[in-house]
């Protein structure tokens, strides 16, 4: 971003200008009144050009900020603000700032910041985040978690999906396994490929914004190599059959259906024979008949 200004008085104040031509310009000489022109609390860093016009002051480091960076008179820093990526519904946004940044509380002091949990401070950040606080009129909204990721039991090779749910004010979401940070999982959803017995374990997520952080609760991931379940089967004692005759096993669902299903057939091989329904016995009620085949 350039910053040119014709025939007006401006401020410049609290922003961030990197790899620019000319950042901040005027059309004429300076007229050296500094309340005129004043730029002050940026961070400036990779440009071509800082100042184009101005007094010979601006630029010049002879203090140190509150911070205790060098600065101009102006506490103007030329610094790297040190960006970091954060990705709000799944849309990048480069220009947050790191833990680490320079541009951290160097801002106007005049301005009330709001307090962000994870840099802290209430003095103004430069650049886009800092300032007053947001959403100006709103009460706050901290975050408020009201679903929880839930436990899973599966298979190796089965797809997971975690899921958190939460209410407030411009949320930022982090996924967490065994206590460790995974790297770019930050929406409200957790998504596990085919997984192995390396995924198995305890996850969580935190959810914070300007307000504060919340911790999920924790999910426990179980991955198994065999799965066992416990299922009721209807059998069928069958007596005096004919040993080399078909038969038919039939099934209706009410004593007053008349479309009996035939759901297998056999030859008999012995004159007494046991029969299971493939299908667990889990309907309310089950009518089964056999009938010899001509």
């Not at 709103?138 to 298979?155: M, N, R, W």
């Amino acid at each position: 971003m350039n910053i040119r200004h014709n025939n007006f008085d401006t401020e410049v104040i609290n922003n961030i200008f990197v790899a620019c031509s000319n950042a901040v310009s005027r059309p004429g000489p300076s007229t050296g009144n500094v309340n005129n022109q004043a730029v002050y609390y940026n961070c400036f860093f990779g440009n071509l050009t800082d100042f184009v016009n101005y007094p010979s002051t601006y630029g010049q480091i002879l203090i140190t900020n509150y911070n205790g960076d060098p600065c101009d008179l102006l506490f103007n820093i030329f610094l790297d603000p040190q960006f970091t990526n954060v990705v709000y519904d799944g849309v990048n946004d480069p220009f947050h700032l790191g833990a680490d940044s320079p541009c951290i509380d160097a801002g106007d002091p005049s301005i009330l910041d709001y307090y962000d949990p994870i840099l802290g401070g209430e003095i103004s950040d430069m650049g886009a985040y800092g300032g007053e606080e947001p959403g100006a009129g709103v009460p706050p909204s901290p975050p408020v978690i009201i679903a929880q990721p839930q436990s899973l039991s599966v298979f190796i090779g089965q797809d997971v999906t975690f899921a958190v749910e939460a209410v407030g004010y411009d949320l930022y979401y982090q996924w967490y396994f065994g206590g460790s940070e995974l790297a770019g999982e930050t929406s409200d959803t957790l998504e596990l490929l085919s997984v192995d017995y390396d995924d198995a374990g305890n996850y969580y997520c935190t959810v914070s914004n300007v307000y504060d952080v919340v911790n999920s609760a924790t999910a426990n991931l179980r991955v198994t190599e065999i799965g066992l379940d416990i299922m009721m089967h209807a059998g069928l004692h069958m007596t005096n059959l004919v040993v080399g005759t078909n038969y038919s096993v039939q099934c209706v669902y009410s004593l007053t259906a008349t479309n009996w299903v035939e759901i297998d057939n056999f030859e008999a091989a012995f004159d007494n024979e046991v029969w299971f329904d493939p299908e667990p016995a889990n309907q309310a009620s089950k009518f089964y008949q056999v009938k010899s085949q001509p």
